[in-house]
């Protein structure tokens, strides 16, 4: 037993997930894992996909199965248990220690040097992999003509790229140092004078690690193709270097489960060998036009820090908003699961809003720990409820014939259509 502080209440039915020396986990049938309650929309959508998991994993296993649920700190909740701290220490080791852990969305003030608390569990915690799966639901307003052609992974590199932090803010002398170094030693001169600065690092061990557990999930799921999605044309030793890494990956470390359209012409092996994936490349700007005019083409996704957060909502966009989405962070043996839209601050406690981002993400959370049978039930009652019309505002006011319901009864509509 760790020494908690009295803000951590460990469940005494359950029992900590376990991982072997490979990272692959161990999940007794009580396993305890951390919520993050999240604030603004937070306490309604963790408050109904609480009930809904719970309900699918004990339709699922008759009882023999049941999460133990300890609850954690972070942001406003945080601040109320932790003497003002939005991050306690103690919360990230006990995310570390538990290993699995789901969140609501944290406030970040905009432009007060309040670093985002997302941002910093993604760091500290080194949850490398953002994963999100961008699929459709018949009957969820799309502005697309046939929506069900998306049905995308993108993995996401989480840790580099500008998002770093490594700035520099106009007029400060750090700036002026920086500047002065790359003008006198490197000759870099094409920026204004007092121009803020920003470095983009982009690592091989990053870049691979990410493209590795995209190839890896690709192989596991059965997908058909990987795509690095890149800048690499404007920015050749970052975003282009990410490209490269990728290809000398696939053809260092997965020979014989993947192929690439170079090899597959140089051997007239067309159409793609069956059960190999295909590993292809698109320059970021061209892939927002491709997934809007031709989605089919494309599987899972690998793509670096900025790339990747502009796509995935764009793509969350076309098949019913960020509401819906679901989003993962996963590290080396830990894994937290996120709603991935923010707080909607006017909605707190109107019990109004929609539950799927985060519902979602306990699916793949359920995935992750391998209850797939949970996890499908709960896929197919959400399918049920939206077959009938029955959906939050925000789907509402885009659907005809729809009957509104808040949040908790949308949940309750779930819970019904499960047995
Ligand atoms: P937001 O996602 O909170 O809200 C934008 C709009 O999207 C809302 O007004 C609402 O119309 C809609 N919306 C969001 N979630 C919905 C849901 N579940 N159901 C139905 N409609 C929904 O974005 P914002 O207003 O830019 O940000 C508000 C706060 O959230 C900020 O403090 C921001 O930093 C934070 N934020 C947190 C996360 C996170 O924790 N992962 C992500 C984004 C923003």
Redesign the pocket.
């Known amino acids: 037993m760790v020494n908690w502080s009295p803000n951590v209440v460990e469940p005494s039915d359950g029992a900590r997930i376990e991982a072997d020396e490979n990272g692959h986990l161990q999940v007794p049938d009580h396993p305890i894992i951390c919520y993050i309650e ?1 604030d ?2 937070g306490y309604d ?1 963790t408050t109904a996909s609480l009930r809904i998991w719970d309900a699918a994993v004990k339709i699922a296993y008759g009882g023999s199965r049941k999460i133990a649920w300890l609850e954690t700190y972070a942001g406003e909740k945080a601040a109320a248990h932790y003497d003002g701290d939005y991050m306690p220490d103690e919360t990230f080791e006990v995310l570390k220690h538990f290993r699995v852990g789901i969140k ?7 432009g007060t040097g309040f670093r ?3 941002v910093t569990l993604r760091q500290v915690l080194d949850l490398f992999a953002c994963i999100r799966p961008i699929r459709w639901y018949q009957n969820v307003p799309s502005p697309l003509k046939r929506p069900q052609d998306v049905n995308v992974v993108i993995f996401r590199e989480n840790t580099e790229d500008i998002y770093a932090g490594i700035e520099f803010a106009s007029g400060t002398a750090d700036n002026r140092k920086l500047a002065r170094f790359l003008r006198e030693d490197l000759a870099a001169n094409h920026f204004f004078e007092d121009a803020g600065l920003g470095i983009k690092p982009i690592s091989p061990f990053g870049s691979k690690r990410l493209i590795r557990a995209a190839i890896e999930y690709a192989i596991q799921r059965e997908r058909k193709s990987v795509t690095l999605v890149h800048k690499g044309n404007i920015q050749k030793y970052t975003e282009g270097a990410f490209q490269k890494w990728g290809y000398e990956l696939a053809a260092d470390e997965y020979p014989d489960q993947t192929i690439t359209w170079e090899a597959m012409s140089a051997n007239g092996s067309h159409p793609n060998p069956a059960g190999k994936i295909l590993i292809q490349d698109v320059i970021a700007d061209i892939m927002f036009q491709k997934m809007l005019l031709r989605p089919r083409e494309h599987d899972v996704i690998a793509t670096t820090n900025l790339n990747g957060d502009y796509l995935s909502d764009a793509l969350a966009a076309q098949v019913g ?3 819906i989405a679901p989003g993962a962070n996963i590290g080396d043996g830990i894994a937290l699961f ?10 707190t406690n109107l019990d109004k ?5 985060l519902l979602f993400s306990g699916v793949m959370m359920l995935e992750h720990i391998g209850w797939f049978e949970a996890a499908s039930l709960i896929t197919q009652a959400y399918e049920a409820t939206l077959l009938d019309r029955i959906v ?3 789907f509402a006011r885009q659907m005809d014939q729809a009957t509104e319901v808040s949040t908790s009864a949308f949940a309750s509509s779930i819970i019904d259509r499960m047995s």
């Open positions: 999240g603004g929309i959508i609501g969305p944290l406030t970040t003030p905009v985002s608390l997302n908003g960020v509401g996120e709603a991935t839209h923010g707080t909607a601050p006017k909605y809003v929609n539950p799927g981002s939050t505002y925000d």
